[in-house]
C-alpha cells in the first residue's frame, strides 16, 4: 500500500528532526507552492495563524486538514531556545484545545474503552512523571517557593490549605478556543477567594508578564492582601507542594495538579475538563461519560500524542521519553549555577561547558585562584582529574574540599581520547572520582544509598543488553574479529593499563604493573589459558605500560589487536588491576578477578583482592549498572550540544559504528574498482 504525500505551507514544520518518526504513515512531504502537485493531506500547526494557509489550501482543494502541535510533555527546553520536541499531537478531526467541535482525543474520551494494560501503563507513567516532577518544559528550577515557606512558618502549619491560581497570557489560544475569554480569570480570583476565606492565594503570573514582553490577566492581584504573585520561573511541581487547590482558566498545568492528586477547578474547558475529574465553570454536551484520571491521561498521553527521540530520529515510547527528559532535568539540576573551570586546554574548553548543562555559567581560568571573593556568589571549582597529584594538593590544600572533579565517562566515544575524539559522556564528582578509592566518590555514595526504582533496574537491565548485543565499549576502537581459543582450558583475558593511570596509583597499591599482573595472574592460575592484551595507548606509544621480557613468556596468547567485544565473548574471566574492562565482563556475565579497587569491586559481584570497609552493600549486576551508567555520567549529544542520556549515546554511537562500516566499504568498493581498471590495462597491454 503506498504511502501518501503531507503538504504544508508553514516552512518551520521541516525544521522538526523527528518529524517522520512522528508522522510514519507519510512517505514524503512537501511545501504547497502555486504549482507544485496536490498533496494527499496537509498538515499545520492546529489553529495557530501559521495554518491559515493550509487550512484554507485544504478547504479549496477539499483536501484533509491534519492539526499537529506540541505533546503535553514536549522537552527539556524552550522550542525557541533550540529544543526540538521530544512528542507531537496529531489530530485528523479537530484540535484538543479546541472544545467547540470534536477532536480525536475528545471522541477517544467519549467512545472509547481501555483495557488492563493500558492503564496499568498510564498508572505507571503518572508516577514516574509525578516521581521525576515533569512538566510539559522543564528548563524551570525546582525549588520550594519562599513565599510559602514564609506563610507556613507565620502559621505554624506545614499542611496548609493555600491556593494556587494559574493565570496566562493574553492572546493564547486555548483561552478563545476554550470557551473563555479575559473576563474568566478575574472571575476565576474571585471565586478562588470567596471560596477559601482563609486561604493565602499564590497567583503564578508568567515571567514575561512581569518583564513587560507580554500581558496577562492577573498581574494586579496582589492588591488583596491574601494574594501573592509567583512571577518565578518555578517548576509548577514545587508550586503543587504547597498547595491543596488550583483553580485554572485552560492552562494544562490544570491537569499535571490532578496527577499530584490536587483539587482543580476550570474556568474554561481544557481538553480533562468535562470527565468527572474537575470542578467545572462551563460545561460540554458532547462529554457525555465519566472518566477516571488514569482514563483521561492514556487517551491524552498513550493514544493521542507520538513520542520520538530528537537527538537519533528514532520513534520513542512515552516510558523512554520520560526516562530522557527526567535525565536531562536530573544532569541540569544537580549542576545549575556558577562554574570556574580552571586548567583546561583549549581542547577541552569547546566541549566541558556542554556537559555542565544549560542552567549552568562557566568561567575559564589557567591555574585555581589564590583566594576567593566573599562578597560575592562563590562559584564551584572545577578541574580534570588527572591534575590531582601531590604537588596540586599541597598548592591548593585550602580549596580541595570545595573542587568538582571531570573525567571521561564510561561509554565514551568512537576513537581515544588521545586522538581527541570528543567525548559523549564525562562524570563530574563532586566528592572524589570513581577510580580513586582513597576516599567516598559520588558514584560510590550513590551505590551504597540509591533507591533503584523498579522502572531504573529495568532500564539499566536493557542498557546492559544492547551494550553485549551492539558489541559497545568505551572507546570503540575497531579491531580484529577473529581469533583462535582452545576449547578445553579455562580462559583468562588479562587487559593491559596505563601504568601511570591515577586508578593504579590510588587503588592498586600491591600490583602496579601490568608485568606485576602477569606474574600474579599465572602463579594463582598455573594451567589457565591467559590471553593478554595491551592497553591502545600503549600499543601506539603514547602512554606507560610496555611488559618486561619475564612478563611476555606468562602469557599464552596476545590478543593485542583483537576487538576488545570480542574477547570478552569469548573468555571465561577477566583478571585486572582497574581496568574498565572487568566492567565490561560484568556486563557480558563473565568471572572477574580484581587484584586492586575499581570502582565495580567490593559490591558482591566480582571476586576481590583488597576490601573496602565504606562498600557495604550488595548489588545486583543491574543496581551497579544503573548507577554506573544510567545516574552517574552526564551525557551530551554533539550535534545539538545539549544532555541527553545513555540511551541516546548508545544510539548515536551504533549509529556512528554503522556508518564507518559503510564508509569501510564504499572505500573498498573504489579500490575494487581501481584494481580492475589497473588489471584490464595490464592484461589489455599483453
Known amino acids: 500500500m503506498a504511502k501518501l504525500i503531507a503538504g504544508y505551507t508553514s516552512p518551520g514544520i521541516t525544521k522538526i528532526h523527528a518529524l517522520a518518526s512522528f508522522l510514519p504513515e507519510y512517505s514524503h512531504f512537501s511545501r504547497i507552492r502555486p504549482l507544485s502537485p496536490k498533496p494527499n493531506v496537509v498538515i499545520g500547526w492546529g489553529l495557530k495563524p501559521t495554518s491559515d494557509g493550509a487550512r484554507n489550501y485544504a478547504s479549496r482543494h477539499s483536501l484533509p486538514y491534519v492539526a499537529l502541535e506540541d505533546g503535553f510533555l514536549r522537552s527539556l527546553g524552550l522550542g525557541v531556545e533550540g529544543y526540538q520536541p521530544h512528542s507531537m499531537v496529531v489530530d485528523y478531526t479537530g484540535i484538543y484545545y479546541d472544545a467547540s467541535r470534536p477532536s480525536d482525543l475528545e471522541n477517544w474520551l467519549n467512545h472509547a474503552t481501555f483495557d488492563a494494560e493500558e492503564l496499568a501503563q498510564a498508572t505507571r507513567c503518572i508516577e514516574q512523571l509525578s516521581r521525576y516532577r515533569l512538566s510539559k518544559y522543564n528548563h524551570a528550577p525546582d525549588y520550594s517557593l519562599p513565599i510559602a515557606e514564609t506563610i507556613n512558618a507565620k502559621t505554624n502549619n506545614a499542611e496548609t490549605n493555600n491556593v494556587l491560581v494559574v493565570d496566562q497570557t493574553a492572546g493564547d489560544a486555548s483561552i478563545h478556543h476554550g470557551g473563555a475569554d479575559a473576563d474568566s480569570f478575574q472571575q476565576m480570583l474571585d471565586c478562588a477567594l470567596n471560596n477559601h476565606p482563609d486561604a493565602d492565594i499564590f497567583i503564578k503570573v508568567h515571567p514575561d508578564v512581569i518583564a513587560g514582553k507580554k500581558q496577562g490577566h492577573l498581574a494586579g492581584g496582589h492588591?488583596?492582601?491574601?494574594?501573592?504573585?509567583?512571577?518565578?520561573?518555578?517548576?509548577?511541581?514545587?508550586?503543587?507542594?504547597?498547595?491543596?487547590?488550583?483553580?485554572?482558566?485552560?492552562?494544562?498545568?490544570?491537569?499535571?495538579?490532578?496527577?499530584?492528586?490536587?483539587?482543580?477547578?476550570?474556568f474554561g474547558l481544557p481538553f480533562y475538563a468535562g470527565w468527572g475529574l474537575t470542578h467545572d465553570q462551563l460545561s460540554c454536551t458532547r462529554r457525555r461519560v465519566t472518566r477516571r484520571l488514569e482514563e483521561v491521561f492514556a487517551a491524552a498521553y498513550l493514544r493521542y500524542t507520538r513520542y520520538a527521540n530528537p537527538y537519533t530520529g528514532s520513534a520513542a515510547t512515552l516510558e523512554e521519553t520520560i526516562a530522557l527528559i527526567a535525565d536531562q532535568k536530573r544532569q541540569q539540576e544537580r549542576l545549575r549555577g556558577k562554574w570556574l573551570a580552571c586548567g583546561f586546554s583549549s581542547w577541552k574548553k569547546r566541549f566541558i561547558g556542554h556537559f555542565l548543562g544549560p542552567a549552568a555559567t562557566i568561567e575559564y581560568q589557567k591555574e585555581l585562584p589564590a583566594a576567593l571573593a566573599v562578597d560575592v556568589e562563590k562559584p564551584n571549582l572545577l578541574v580534570w582529574s588527572s591534575r590531582i597529584n601531590d604537588d596540586f594538593k599541597t598548592r591548593h590544600r585550602d580549596h580541595l574540599a570545595a573542587l568538582w572533579r571531570m573525567e571521561d565517562g564510561f561509554i565514551r566515544s568512537i576513537g581515544l581520547g588521545v586522538d581527541l575524539a570528543q567525548p559523549l559522556s564525562l562524570v563530574i564528582d563532586r566528592q572524589g572520582i570513581y577510580y580513586d578509592p582513597s576516599q567516598p566518590s559520588e558514584l560510590e555514595t550513590l551505590l551504597n544509598t540509591a533507591d533503584f526504582s523498579d522502572d531504573l533496574l529495568e532500564r539499566a537491565a536493557h542498557l546492559r543488553e544492547r551494550l553485549v548485543a551492539l558489541k559497545l565499549s568505551k572507546y570503540n576502537v575497531p579491531g580484529k574479529e577473529v581469533i583462535e581459543l582452545p576449547a578445553n582450558k579455562h580462559i583468562?583475558?588479562?587487559?593491559?593499563?596505563?601504568?601511570?593511570?591515577?586508578?593504579?596509583?590510588?587503588?592498586?597499591?600491591?600490583?602496579?604493573?601490568?608485568?606485576?599482573?602477569?606474574k600474579a595472574v599465572r602463579h594463582a592460575n598455573p594451567n589457565a589459558f591467559i590471553v593478554y592484551k595491551a592497553h591502545p595507548d600503549v600499543i601506539t606509544g603514547a602512554r606507560i605500560g610496555a611488559l618486561d621480557t619475564n612478563a611476555k613468556r606468562l602469557y599464552d596468547l596476545?590478543?593485542?589487536?583483537?576487538?576488545?567485544?570480542?574477547?570478552?565473548?569469548?573468555?571465561?574471566?577477566?583478571?585486572?588491576?582497574?581496568?574498565?574492562?572487568?566492567?565490561?565482563?560484568?556486563?557480558?556475565?563473565?568471572?572477574?578477578?580484581?587484584?586492586?579497587?575499581?570502582?565495580?569491586?567490593?559490591?558482591?559481584?566480582?571476586?576481590?583482592?583488597?576490601?573496602?570497609?565504606?562498600?557495604?552493600?550488595?548489588?545486583?549486576?543491574?543496581?551497579?549498572?544503573?548507577?554506573?551508567?544510567?545516574?552517574?555520567?552526564?551525557?551530551?549529544?554533539?550535534?545539538?550540544?545539549?544532555?541527553?542520556?545513555?540511551?541516546?549515546?548508545?544510539?548515536?554511537?551504533?549509529q556512528a559504528k554503522l556508518e564507518q562500516v559503510k564508509s569501510h566499504k564504499h572505500m573498498l568498493t573504489w579500490k575494487q574498482r581501481l584494481y580492475r581498471c589497473y588489471r584490464n590495462l595490464f592484461i589489455g597491454s599483453h
Open 223 to 266: 492588591e488583596n492582601p491574601r494574594c501573592h504573585i509567583v512571577s518565578d520561573n518555578i517548576n509548577p511541581w514545587a508550586l503543587f507542594d504547597k498547595v491543596k487547590t488550583v483553580y485554572v482558566v485552560t492552562s494544562q498545568l490544570g491537569f499535571e495538579a490532578l496527577m499530584a492528586g490536587k483539587q482543580v477547578h476550570c
Open 492 to 518: 583468562i583475558l588479562v587487559p593491559g593499563q596505563v601504568e601511570s593511570d591515577a586508578s593504579i596509583a590510588t587503588g592498586s597499591p600491591e600490583i602496579r604493573t601490568n608485568s606485576a599482573l602477569l
Open 558 to 654: 596476545d590478543a593485542s589487536h583483537i576487538d576488545i567485544t570480542v574477547l570478552l565473548a569469548r573468555v571465561d574471566a577477566v583478571h585486572t588491576m582497574s581496568s574498565l574492562t572487568g566492567f565490561e565482563a560484568l556486563l557480558r556475565r563473565r568471572q572477574v578477578c580484581t587484584y586492586g579497587l575499581p570502582f565495580y569491586a567490593g559490591w558482591g559481584l566480582t571476586q576481590d583482592a583488597m576490601h573496602c570497609p565504606r562498600r557495604n552493600r550488595a548489588l545486583s549486576l543491574d543496581a551497579l549498572v544503573a548507577g554506573t551508567l544510567l545516574l552517574y555520567p552526564n551525557y551530551v549529544d554533539p550535534d545539538s550540544r545539549q544532555l541527553c542520556n545513555a540511551e541516546t549515546v548508545v544510539s548515536l554511537l551504533e
